[in-house]
C-alpha cells in the first residue's frame, strides 16, 4: 500500500493539476512521472515489446501505462483503472481574431458540458499544442492574465439575480487587450510564446485554462479547491496507484488509462469509444484465445468524480445515498447502466477497499434528476470486461474550479493500488 500520507498525496495532487492545463500536458507529466519510475516508451507503430515490466504508450490526449510482472501467465488477469483527462472549458476557435469597440477578442467554442457562469470575470490563461505543416506538433502554455471574459455590470441587467442567460457565440467572446481587431493577431502572440513564425502555424488545439493555484479551503484545510479535478484526481490516483502496484511484485497485470473526450462523448480516435485500450490489451495477452480467457478474468475500475450532497441544494439527491467529502471515494450505480456497476463489481471495489483500510459511501441519483455516465459502460460495451464505477466526491462539478475533500485523494489511491494487485 502506498506510505504517503493524505497531506502528501492532496499535495501532489495539487502539483499535478498545476502541470496539466491540457489533457496533451497531462499526458505529458504521466509520462515524466512513469519514466522516473523506469517506465519506457511502447512505441503504436514498433513491435510490441513482451518482456517484463512496465511500459507506456501516448496518442495525443491519451496515455495508457501497465506493468507485466516477471512470469505472467498468457491468460493473466488485467485490473484496468480508467479515466479522462479531459476537462470542460472554452477553446479557441481556428480564425480567432474578433473584435469590437476597440477590444480585442478571441472566438471561442465551448469544450463539454462546462458551468458557462463560472468562466466569468476569471483570469485566464491559453494551453494547448500548435501543428506545423510537416504534421510536427509544439506544446504551448501560457500561464499570465491573458484573457477574460467580462460579466455585464448589474445596472445594464437589473434582472441578472433572477436567472442569467448566456448566449456562447455572443457573451462567452474573451477579451484580450485593447486596439484594432486587424492589429489582433493571438496567434502571432501565441506563436511568439512558442518561439516560432506565426506563419509556421497551420493548425492548432488551444483552451483557455484557469490561473488561480489549487487552495486548501475550509477552516482546517480540509478542502481542496482546484480547476479540473473532474477528472486528473482520478488520472493522478491512477498513475500513483500504478506505480506503487508495480513496486509491489503483483500476480495480475495493472493496467492504467486516461482516455481524452470524455467531456464530449468519448466517440473519436482517442476517446472510450475508440480502439486504443482494446488494441493494447489484445496485445499484451500475445494471441486471440488467450486475449478472451485473459479478458474472461479482468476487472476495470473506471474513476470518475462523483456529486457530493450540495448542502443548497439537498433536494437534488436521493437522501439515502449522500456523499460526504472526506468519508471515502463513492462506488456508483445506476439501474439503467449510465454507471456499469454491477453486484460482483461492487463486492470486489469492496474487498479493495477493505484490503486498503479505505471507507466508501455508495451512490444512487434522485430518480427525478437523471445522472451522467462515464468511460465505464463504454469500456464495459466495447471489451466485455466487468466494470465498476467509483470516484471521490465533489462540489461545483463542471465549474472552472471545483471542490474536493482533502483525504479522499489518498483513500482512492490507497483502494485502486489494492485494486491493481486483487488476484481474485
Ligand atoms: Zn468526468
Avoid at 501532489?12 to 519510475?37: G, I, K, N, Q
Wanted: charged letters at 20%; glycine letters at 8%.
Amino acid at each position: 500500500m502506498p506510505s504517503s500520507s493524505p497531506e502528501t498525496t492532496v499535495e501532489d495532487l495539487a502539483a499535478f493539476v498545476s502541470a496539466a492545463p491540457t489533457p496533451y500536458h497531462a499526458v505529458a507529466e504521466a509520462v515524466r512521472r512513469l519514466s522516473e519510475a523506469g517506465f519506457t516508451e511502447q512505441p503504436e507503430s514498433g513491435e510490441w515489446d513482451h518482456t517484463p515490466g512496465g511500459r507506456y504508450l501516448v496518442r495525443d490526449g491519451t496515455v495508457l501505462a501497465w506493468y507485466t510482472p516477471p512470469n505472467a501467465s498468457p491468460t493473466k488477469a488485467f485490473r484496468i483503472f480508467a479515466a479522462h483527462t479531459d476537462s470542460p472549458t472554452l477553446k479557441i476557435k481556428p480564425n480567432p481574431d474578433t473584435g469590437t469597440a476597440g477590444w480585442r477578442q478571441a472566438g471561442v467554442e465551448v469544450y463539454g458540458g462546462a458551468l458557462w457562469n463560472s468562466w466569468l470575470d476569471r483570469d485566464l490563461g491559453l494551453a494547448g499544442r500548435l501543428a506545423r505543416l510537416d504534421g510536427t506538433v509544439v506544446p504551448v502554455r501560457i500561464d499570465r492574465p491573458l484573457l477574460r471574459v467580462p460579466q455585464l455590470a448589474i445596472h445594464l441587467d437589473r434582472q441578472v439575480n433572477q436567472g442569467l442567460k448566456l448566449d456562447p457565440q455572443r457573451h462567452l467572446v474573451p477579451i484580450w487587450g485593447l486596439g484594432p481587431t486587424a492589429d489582433g493577431d493571438l496567434l502571432q502572440y501565441v506563436a511568439d510564446r512558442a518561439g516560432l513564425e506565426a506563419d509556421e502555424i497551420v493548425a492548432h488545439d488551444l483552451v483557455v485554462h484557469e490561473l488561480t493555484p489549487p487552495a486548501r479551503l475550509g477552516a482546517d484545510g480540509e478542502l481542496l479547491a482546484s480547476p479540473r479535478l473532474d477528472n486528473l484526481s482520478s488520472v493522478h490516483a491512477g498513475l500513483t496507484a500504478l506505480l506503487a502496484a508495480a513496486e509491489s511484485q503483483p500476480e495480475t497485470v495493472p493496467v492504467f488509462v486516461g482516455f481524452d473526450h470524455e467531456e464530449v462523448g468519448s466517440s473519436s480516435a482517442t476517446g472510450a469509444a475508440g480502439p486504443l485500450l482494446e488494441m493494447v490489451l489484445t496485445r499484451l495477452a500475445g494471441g486471440a484465445e488467450e486475449r478472451y480467457r485473459s479478458f474472461a478474468a479482468s476487472r476495470c475500475l473506471s474513476a470518475d468524480v462523483a456529486h457530493a450532497a450540495h448542502p443548497n441544494y439537498l433536494d437534488r439527491h436521493d437522501t439515502d445515498h449522500l456523499a460526504h467529502m472526506n468519508a471515502g471515494p463513492v462506488l456508483k450505480t445506476n439501474a439503467n447502466q449510465r454507471y456499469a456497476t454491477d453486484a460482483p463489481g461492487a463486492a470486489a471495489w469492496h474487498r479493495a477497499c477493505a484490503e486498503a483500510g479505505v471507507p466508501s459511501q455508495v451512490f444512487v441519483s434522485h430518480n427525478n434528476v437523471p445522472c451522467g455516465s462515464t468511460v465505464g459502460p463504454i469500456t464495459a460495451t466495447r471489451l466485455g470486461i466487468r466494470t465498476v464505477d467509483i470516484g471521490i466526491p465533489v462540489l461545483s462539478m463542471h465549474s472552472a474550479r471545483e471542490l474536493c475533500g482533502a483525504q479522499d485523494p489518498a483513500y482512492l489511491v490507497a483502494a485502486a493500488t489494492a485494486f491493481f494487485v486483487d488476484p481474485v
